[in-house]
């Protein structure tokens, strides 16, 4: 089973997330802020990370630049999710180094299709 590490604080959006997720035959781990989501990724290397850019205690961003940093959770695709729908946003979170950015509310379809071209790209945690 494909197993997702979702970073979000909020709790209306995890909640839809990972119930969204795990009728998609997901694994889903919740970590609710940045510094949660680093120990995580670090204990359970998921196959692709859904990191929320606006978060407390290490935002987002910082935790991305951390977890492609670290040698284990280097290679692990991470899509940044943000309600910030501005170009700089978006280019902000790739240089941070996620593999890809979506916006909220969540457009389910598109985000399962950014998921599915992570996931197929070959890159994993192993």
């Not at 795990?22 to 970590?31: I, K, P, Y």
């Not at 989501?37 to 859904?50: M, N, T, Y």
């Not at 280019?91 to 985000?111: E, I, M, Q, W």
């Amino acid at each position: 089973m494909t197993h997702i590490l979702l970073v979000e604080d909020n709790e209306m959006n995890w909640d839809v997330l990972r119930t969204w997720l795990m009728r998609r035959g997901f694994e889903v781990t919740l970590a609710t802020d940045g510094e949660q989501g680093l120990v995580k990724a670090q204990e359970q290397h998921p196959d692709l990370i859904l990191m929320d850019m606006s978060l407390p205690i290490i935002d987002g961003w910082e935790a991305t630049r951390r977890l492609k940093k670290a040698a284990n959770t280097a290679a692990i695709p991470i899509i940044g999710l943000s309600a910030h729908a501005m170009n700089n946003d978006r280019d902000k979170a790739l240089s941070a180094g996620c593999n890809d950015y979506d916006t909220k509310p969540v457009d389910f379809k598109r985000l399962l299709g950014k998921i599915q071209r992570q996931l197929s790209a070959g890159v994993t945690s192993e």
